[in-house]
């Protein structure tokens, strides 16, 4: 799912993102929130007339972005107050509120509120954390007030893998439409994902979706479908993409570089977007040195289609029976410090 964070993939227009393959969009609570208000989304008619994307869409809850402002938010039990970055503001956000937005904006998909503290959290700190992400999980589902929108719960617990089997048990038994894990992609080394996954996966229900939350490299996607998630979000491709880079059959490229100047065959000859099937490295090289938005724009366009490629691919070979076979080298355990040379573009995981 290309992260939409302000009801916009950034660079693209919807049929733009359309064509890349992608099936599904991103929008952030939190920051709509802020701006233009889910007053104003709702009178547009939702999020998807809003922003004019006809495909599903599912929203977060806005509770990862709060918890990032750690010197800015104080937590109780009731939710969280934080001061807003935009204006100074104190703003008061708890379950009901979360969903009360997420119902206005209109997304096919939204989140329960959750807490997310950083990955370093101790064993104690991290098992009352994931005891109150559950209690609000329950208020979630009381204030929902919308049966056209599926609300997924989230499973916590940090790198703590007895707390993260717990809350997938306890999420699993209240036969939610949809599961969700979170809490990674904060910083912590991808072996230590790669173990959450495969040690929570299993519990979930299945012929439920699985989201595995702010994860969208090709080696983590892999793994994770192959422990049985269903879903990913990242927003990878296109900051990448305004960096100047674009992903290549799993590789970064940056385009800056000297040997591209003259260069003037596709990106990538096998890839069916409509990058590699009109531009040549040589002239987005020259887009990315003169600094011309469109640089940005057909990087995107190819980065996203690349992730979905991928996926595609997998999904095929998962039909024939050979995903095994055709994805080992993605599918080998990942090594300490390795994730594509992509770990630093996570960022806080929001599209900004």
Same mark, same amino acid.
């Given at each position: 799912?290309?992260?939409?964070?302000?009801?916009?993939?950034?660079?693209?227009?919807?049929?733009?993102?359309?064509?890349?393959?992608?099936?599904?969009?991103?929008?952030? @609570?939190?920051?709509?929130?802020?701006?233009?208000? *889910?007053?104003?989304?709702?009178?547009?008619?939702?999020?998807?007339?809003?922003?004019?994307? /006809?495909?599903?869409?599912?929203?977060?809850?806005?509770?990862?972005?709060?918890?990032?402002?750690?010197?800015?938010?104080?937590?109780?039990? !009731?939710?969280? #107050? %934080?001061?807003?970055?935009?204006?100074?503001?104190?703003?008061?956000?708890?379950?009901?509120?979360?969903? /009360?937005? /997420?119902?206005?904006? &209109?997304?096919?998909?939204?989140?329960?509120?959750?807490?997310?503290?950083?990955?370093?959290?101790?064993?104690?700190?991290?098992?009352?954390?994931?005891?109150?992400? =559950?209690?609000?999980?329950?208020?979630?589902?009381?204030?929902?007030?919308?049966?056209?929108?599926?609300?997924?719960?989230?499973?916590?617990?940090?790198?703590?893998?007895?707390?993260?089997?717990?809350?997938?048990?306890?999420?699993?038994?209240?036969?939610?439409?949809?599961?969700?894990?979170?809490?990674?992609?904060?910083?912590?080394?991808?072996?230590?994902?790669?173990?959450?996954?495969? !040690? #929570?996966?299993?519990?979930?229900?299945?012929?439920?979706?699985?989201?595995?939350?702010?994860?969208?490299?090709?080696?983590?996607?892999?793994?994770?479908?192959?422990?049985?998630?269903?879903? %990913?979000?990242?927003?990878?491709?296109?900051?990448?993409?305004?960096?100047?880079? !674009?992903?290549?059959?799993?590789?970064?490229?940056?385009?800056?570089?000297?040997?591209?100047?003259?260069? %003037?065959?596709?990106?990538?000859?096998?890839?069916?977007? =409509?990058?590699? /099937?009109? %531009? @040549?490295?040589? =002239?987005?090289?020259?887009?990315?040195?003169?600094?011309?938005?469109?640089? =940005?724009?057909?990087?995107?366009?190819?980065?996203?289609?690349?992730?979905?490629?991928?996926?595609?691919?997998?999904?095929?070979?998962?039909?024939? &029976?050979?995903?095994?076979?055709?994805?080992?080298?993605?599918?080998?355990?990942?090594?300490? &410090?390795?994730? *594509?040379?992509?770990?630093?573009?996570?960022?806080?995981?929001?599209?900004?």
């Amino acid at each position: 799912m290309p992260v939409g964070t302000l009801a916009n993939v950034k660079t693209l227009t919807p049929d733009q993102l359309r064509l890349t393959g992608a099936q599904m969009v991103l929008a952030n @609570t939190y920051h709509l929130h802020l701006q233009p208000g *889910e007053e104003i989304v709702a009178k547009a008619g939702g999020v998807h007339r809003f922003m004019g994307w /006809q495909g599903p869409m599912l929203t977060d809850s806005g509770g990862f972005q709060v918890f990032s402002l750690s010197e800015m938010r104080t937590i109780a039990e !009731a939710g969280v #107050t %934080f001061r807003s970055p935009k204006d100074g503001q104190m703003i008061h956000l708890s379950p009901e509120r979360s969903i /009360q937005i /997420q119902n206005a904006l &209109g997304a096919d998909v939204i989140m329960a509120f959750d807490e997310c503290p950083p990955y370093t959290a101790s064993w104690e700190i991290m098992k009352a954390s994931t005891e109150r992400t =559950y209690r609000w999980l329950e208020r979630c589902i009381a204030a929902h007030q919308r049966t056209d929108q599926a609300l997924f719960g989230i499973v916590q617990g940090g790198i703590y893998l007895d707390l993260r089997r717990e809350a997938a048990r306890s999420l699993a038994a209240l036969n939610l439409p949809g599961y969700a894990i979170g809490g990674v992609s904060v910083g912590e080394p991808p072996e230590l994902i790669e173990k959450i996954v495969k !040690a #929570t996966t299993p519990l979930l229900p299945w012929g439920k979706p699985r989201y595995l939350m702010g994860v969208g490299t090709y080696r983590e996607m892999a793994q994770a479908i192959a422990a049985g998630m269903d879903l %990913f979000d990242c927003v990878i491709p296109t900051r990448l993409a305004r960096h100047g880079s !674009a992903l290549v059959q799993g590789a970064r490229w940056n385009l800056k570089n000297a040997k591209f100047r003259e260069d %003037f065959t596709p990106l990538d000859a096998e890839c069916p977007c =409509y990058t590699c /099937q009109n %531009f @040549t490295r040589a =002239y987005l090289s020259h887009l990315l040195r003169s600094r011309e938005i469109l640089a =940005y724009t057909l990087l995107s366009i190819h980065n996203i289609t690349e992730l979905v490629q991928f996926v595609n691919r997998i999904r095929t070979a998962i039909q024939a &029976g050979t995903f095994a076979n055709e994805f080992a080298e993605w599918l080998k355990p990942s090594e300490a &410090g390795e994730v *594509e040379g992509v770990k630093e573009w996570r960022g806080e995981g929001v599209e900004g």
